[in-house]
């Protein structure tokens, strides 16, 4: 690395991180309290493999989504620190 280190803009790198991890916070308690606990009799209508909607969301779906989250979180931190030049 040469001597001149690059200048990182870092008040628009913690802008975009919050943004992301926020963003992805709420799509996380969107699906497990709310497809799991507040609309789950709406919900459990509708089946998946041969289990109420609401119920899946509250056993499996919220999980399922949150691995989901974690794997694009990392996507979009590995974009973001290429974008600033942050080495992870």
């Known amino acids: 690395m040469s001597e001149e280190k690059q200048k990182i803009d870092v008040k628009g790198y913690w802008s975009e991180v919050l943004t992301l991890t926020c963003s992805l916070l709420a799509i996380w308690f969107a699906v497990s309290y709310g497809a ?39 996507r979009r931190m590995t974009k973001l620190e290429e974008k600033y030049g942050v080495e992870g």
């Open 36 to 74: 799991g606990i507040l609309f789950r009799d709406a919900l459990d209508n509708l089946s998946i493999g041969g289990a109420p909607l609401g119920f899946w969301f509250a056993q499996s779906g919220s999980i399922f989504v949150f691995v989901i989250l974690i794997v694009v979180y990392c």
